[in-house]
């Protein structure tokens, strides 16, 4: 992606939490997106921060520094089936146009 | 509400064919996005129609082009196939303004193999 971040892999145990990190170049870039895209199917919409600081949405949040082109989502109590690719997706200046990272594989472990 | 559908689900091509894709967006949504997606790649944004014009293009060659039809539908067009054209084509619609503004919905995608 276009100077966009994130790590390749993560590994984390059921029931626990992780947190996925995101940065990205700060021009052009309005608020930020997360989808989650399971192996061999299409990206879904999980969360948009559009204003800096935590968006809560049940086991998922998702927080935004706009001026520190950071992001990172948080996923507590982890499932199995949250294993899947996370991908941090900075819409490109007018918020229409979205642009993907390469995204993170997260692999939960019993 | 239907969801957003693409066709083919498959195809093989040989290199220098040309191909199209095709994309009818969820009912409501005006806008449509097209995205490549190689093997453990985030999708990459090819270009986007808005009101049947192009409105925004990533970095890719000419001989990808698209049309947006009266109905919100989309066709995605590559000429002069090469092999790294081997991809994920996703299509993405989304709706401009109002609630849920540019929240993409994908379809399924279509896999394109160039030999």
């Known amino acids: 992606g276009q100077n966009i971040d994130q790590p390749t892999e993560m590994t984390a145990t059921e029931g626990a939490i992780v947190q996925i990190n995101c940065t990205y170049q700060t021009s052009g870039f309005n608020g930020l997106f997360w989808y989650q895209q399971h192996a061999g199917e299409a990206p879904t919409f999980l969360s948009y921060n559009v204003l800096d600081g935590l968006e809560e949405k049940g086991r998922f949040s998702s927080f935004l520094s706009r001026s520190k082109g950071y992001s990172y989502l948080l996923l507590k109590e982890l499932q199995m089936k949250d294993s899947a690719s996370y991908l941090c997706?900075?819409?490109?200046?007018?918020?229409?146009?979205?642009?993907f990272g390469s995204g993170t594989r997260l692999s939960i472990r019993p | 509400e239907t969801g957003v559908t693409q066709s083919p689900t498959h195809l093989i091509k040989t290199r220098g064919q040309q191909v199209t894709l095709r994309c009818s967006s969820q009912?409501?949504?005006?806008?449509v996005s097209w995205y490549q997606q190689a093997l453990g790649q985030g999708p990459q944004f090819i270009f986007q129609?808005?009101?049947?014009?192009?409105?925004g293009r990533g970095n890719f060659p000419p001989r990808f082009s698209g049309l947006q039809f009266p109905n919100y539908s989309s066709e995605l067009n590559v000429n002069a196939l090469e092999l790294d054209d081997s991809a994920l084509y996703l299509c993405?619609?989304?709706?401009?303004?109002?609630?849920?503004?540019?929240?993409?919905?994908f379809g399924a995608g279509s896999r394109l193999t160039v030999l």
């Open positions: 993405a619609s989304s709706l401009a303004g109002g609630e849920g503004a540019n929240v993409l919905t």
């Open positions: 129609y808005y009101r049947e014009e192009e409105n």
């Open positions: 009912s409501g949504h005006n806008t």
């Open positions: 997706a900075p819409p490109l200046g007018s918020a229409s146009k979205i642009i």
